[in-house]
């Protein structure tokens, strides 16, 4: 042997992987973190417990900032090609885990999720990461080691409801459903790396039921459940208030942007075919800033000292748009979130006048939140609007619509509810009384 013949071994480790091999795997990753993100938020709306209800619009949003970054990178490694509309040999894995979206229950879902769909993408993630190449495949490293870490933390958090969920609740239906579930993944071979999941028909497991829009979201028990969460949306002599009065309304109206939470997640799913993956990315973010804020509330009435059976939790918004179409639900969540967008540094300078810093701070973040969403919400009813303007109207129209809906609702109002809200709203005031005295 010569020079000329003899070739020193190019047969290292980190070689497994070209190119184009590692764009297949990634974009195959895409394509599932895309279905989990949008059967899990099909199910927000439909979630009963509050911790629960906002832990998924937590984890969507993590996995949409990997999904992008992953569907960024294939584009990176397939330069110039930015084909990446389909699912194509992947379809199956999608199909497979589209199927959260027609888990039976609560408790089967989260099962699911927790003991299915995440760890296997998980295990995807973890084996990539072992043979893939850390020099040149470093920018996939960064975003992926960190998507393993937060799937583990979504695992646990997930398995900790599971096991304070009922156990008596876990009926037999739901044990197979999720199992039933997990063998349609493995009959595709899992999550794979390397190869194209094993072609197999996707059939769902016996009492599957598609997650259908409620015309009244589930709602945690532990809250005082109401329409309307304060006397003055429905009683035009009581004042929105100030100081004391103020700071309750501001926490309450916080909590009660649990709507938009579950909005959100009604809107991502909903338009996921009609929109591009733009769309899904931008409305994950939206429903978890809404989630946010919701906490910000719910975090100060308890710091303050106030149980859940008290404090009023609301539907009318979400019931407003009963037998609208989705891109209501997207112009009530545009309009009415970012109507007070002007009255934030207003509130936020009130609150800090009264020495009230954590109200502030929330309102603070709250503003730089809702500017975000005003693009959002711009942005994307044009797109609609663009895109078949007989089935989705301009923007004035769906503002108009909106803003009959919710009028409608309140003219609604019965004498009933009215007295009932304004009791629980003094009984608040009283309350907060007492405890400013006992501080
Ligand atoms: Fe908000
Ligand atoms: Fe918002």
Redesign the pocket.
């Known amino acids: 042997m010569d020079a000329a013949t003899a070739y020193l071994s190019g047969d290292q480790p980190r070689a497994r992987w070209k190119r184009l091999d590692t764009a297949q795997i990634l974009k195959r990753f895409f394509f599932c973190e895309r279905a989990v993100i949008v059967n899990a938020s099909r199910w927000i709306p439909h979630l009963a417990r509050i911790e629960v209800k906002v832990a998924i619009p937590l984890l969507c949003w993590q996995n949409a900032e990997t999904a992008n970054a992953l569907r960024q990178r294939v584009f990176e490694l397939r330069f110039p090609s930015r084909l990446m509309e389909h699912e194509g040999a992947d379809k199956p894995l999608a199909d497979a885990l589209s199927l959260l979206g027609m888990a039976p229950s609560e408790r089967a879902f989260i099962g699911a999720l927790a003991d299915v769909a995440l760890p296997a993408i998980h295990d995807a993630y973890s084996e990539f990461l072992a043979f893939s190449d850390p020099l040149a495949d470093a920018p996939t490293y960064r975003f992926l080691e960190l998507s393993v870490r937060e799937k583990r933390q979504q695992i646990a958090t997930l398995r900790k409801f599971l096991a304070e969920m009922d156990q008596e609740k876990a009926e037999g239906v739901d044990r197979a459903w999720v199992d039933s579930f997990n063998q349609q993944l493995k009959e595709l071979g899992g999550i794979p790396t390397d190869r194209a999941p094993d072609p197999h028909a996707v059939t769902p497991p016996p009492s599957s039921a598609p997650r259908e829009v409620p015309d009244k979201p589930v709602r945690d028990t532990r809250y005082w459940a109401c329409r309307f969460y304060w006397p003055d949306i429905i009683c035009a002599d009581f004042p929105y208030g100030t100081g004391l009065r103020l700071q309750l309304r501001s926490a309450v109206s916080?909590l009660n942007?649990i709507w938009?939470v579950e909005h959100g997640g009604i809107i991502l799913s909903e338009f996921a075919d009609v929109l591009p993956w733009e769309w899904v990315y931008d409305a994950a973010r939206w429903t978890y800033?809404?989630s946010r804020?919701?906490l910000m509330g719910k975090m100060r009435l308890e710091e303050w000292g106030f149980s859940a059976q008290e404090i009023p939790l609301g539907t009318y918004i979400y019931e407003s748009a009963k037998g609208g179409a989705p891109i209501d639900r997207l112009g009530m969540l545009y309009f009415f979130?970012t109507k007070n967008i002007g009255r934030k540094p207003e509130r936020a300078a009130a609150f800090k006048e009264i020495g009230d810093a954590v109200s502030e701070h929330d309102m603070d973040f709250?503003w730089a939140?809702?500017t975000i969403?005003a693009s959002y919400g711009n942005r994307w009813l044009r797109v609609l609007h663009e895109l078949d303007g007989q089935r989705f109207p301009a923007a004035d129209e769906v503002r108009q619509r909106c803003e009959r809906m919710v009028s409608e609702m309140i003219a609604q109002a019965s004498e009933d509810e009215r007295k009932a809200i304004t009791s629980q709203a003094e009984h608040l005031i009283a309350r907060a009384m007492q405890l400013t005295n006992s501080n």
Do not use: Q, R
């Open positions: 916080h942007e938009a800033d809404e804020h919701c979130e709250d939140d809702e969403h």
